[in-house]
């Protein structure tokens, strides 16, 4: 059975603010706008797309923030590292491509039966073991590739809408030469875009007004058909490929993790999600990304950067109504852009840790492959780069691929 040894202090006994820098401040504030600007699009969008009532969408987007902010926050500062439990992006853009024919209690039956499979896999100690059969600098390959795929598609959108998009591109070039800060280049990005987007009268009008975004709790209903074709590809895509990714980034960042106690509390949390009415969770890849990197601090220090991040999360949570009919109101180009933007430092620290180790042509092979935007057999690439990436290593790189499974 899986323990909790990283857990044995309380959050609340060993809370003070010793360690709390610059650089963890600011790895924090690119991670809430990574949050903002990526994670608040694509979600609004899926849930636009799925035709979901008011109340419905409102509930989702509630839980899935509200959990990702609250146990992000409890976790890092129980663990004193930068360890993040997020909404899960693939998860949503898997959703909108292939939920389609099913109503909104069959989906959310099909999340909560891959958040108790998920936390079964980890309670029988499988986390850690799918962990060594996927190298480390492959997973974070397949990321890389993601990230890439996510920023060309992007670009292509960000062409068809200049007006928006290209005070916004040009304001974060001004400002990444003139201040060298992610951060400040990313918010000048944001406010430009948002200039542009005024002046041109690209924002629609938005009906703002507060309610509680959660009413009641959801219908949900077990259905065989939604469950083998949903379930099974969420379950791949969240504790399969999203997890890996996660616990290979904060193993590559020199951290001791705990694979399966990690996966029992992301299950925990789809299962939370689902009966509340959203979507599966995993261990966060971008936040840690961007939290567990030299530029976030000292290391013993960087798990400020999922604080601090995470408490903003909270607050846009219990202001799900607005913000959703905000940004439904804006140019989709505009978020996805400044989105992008935000996702170029994590990128390019992520590409490096890609091609940094001994397996470079089954990692080369994995993030090439991840960057294709298609499926296969009803899998996004990223599941088949993870097959290939691990398949080339065998065949090219077996005696790496050996020494790295015995050394984890």
Do not use: C
């Not at 800060?181 to 944001?190: E, L, N, R, T």
Request: charged residues 5%; proline residues 4%.
């Amino acid at each position: 059975m899986t323990t909790f040894p990283s857990l044995r202090h309380s959050a609340v006994s060993t809370f003070s603010f010793r360690g709390l820098n610059r650089q963890a401040a600011s790895a924090g504030l690119n991670v809430f706008a990574i949050y903002m600007f990526v994670g608040l699009t694509v979600q609004v969008g899926v849930m636009t797309q799925l035709g979901l009532s008011d109340s419905a969408a409102s509930g989702w987007f509630f839980i899935t923030w509200m959990t990702t902010g609250g146990v992000s926050l409890v976790l890092s500062l129980a663990t004193k590292q930068p360890v993040s439990i997020n909404l899960s992006i693939a998860a949503m853009v898997f959703l909108a491509g292939a939920a389609g024919g099913f109503t909104l209690p069959q989906i959310l039956g099909a999340n909560l039966i891959v958040g108790v499979a998920s936390v079964a896999v980890s309670v029988f100690r499988l986390t850690d073991a799918m962990t060594r059969v996927v190298p480390s600098q492959i997973a974070i390959g397949v990321f890389a590739g993601s990230m890439l795929g996510f920023i060309l598609r992007t670009g292509d959108l960000a062409a068809s809408s200049v007006s928006s998009t290209g005070p916004a591109i040009g304001g974060y070039a001004l400002a990444l030469l003139v201040t060298r800060s992610q951060v400040m280049a990313i918010a000048i990005a944001a406010t430009a875009g948002l200039v542009g987007v005024l002046l041109t009268g690209g924002m629609q009008s938005a009906d703002i007004g507060y309610e509680l975004p959660l009413s009641a709790l959801p219908v949900i209903e077990f259905n065989l058909r939604a469950i083998v074709s949903l379930g099974i590809p969420l379950f791949i895509l969240t504790a399969g490929v999203g997890n890996i990714q996660g616990l290979a980034i904060l193993r590559g960042a020199g951290y001791r993790i705990r694979g399966n106690m990690l996966g029992v509390i992301a299950g925990g949390t789809s299962i939370i999600n689902a009966l509340a009415g959203g979507h599966p969770a995993a261990v966060g890849s971008v936040s840690v990304v961007v939290s567990s990197a030299p530029s976030a601090g000292p290391a013993g220090a960087r798990y400020w950067a999922i604080v601090l991040s995470s408490v903003p999360v909270i607050a846009i949570a219990m202001l799900a109504v607005p913000v959703i009919a905000i940004v439904q109101a804006l140019p989709i180009a505009y978020t996805l852009t400044v989105g992008a933007l935000a996702m170029l430092a994590p990128f390019r620290q992520t590409f490096a840790k890609t091609m940094s180790g001994d397996m470079r042509l089954g990692a080369l092979a994995a993030f090439a492959l991840a960057a294709v935007p298609y499926q296969a057999l009803g899998m996004p690439m990223a599941f088949w780069a993870l097959v290939a990436g691990v398949a080339i290593s065998g065949v090219f790189e077996r005696r790496q691929l050996i020494t790295g499974r015995k050394s984890t």
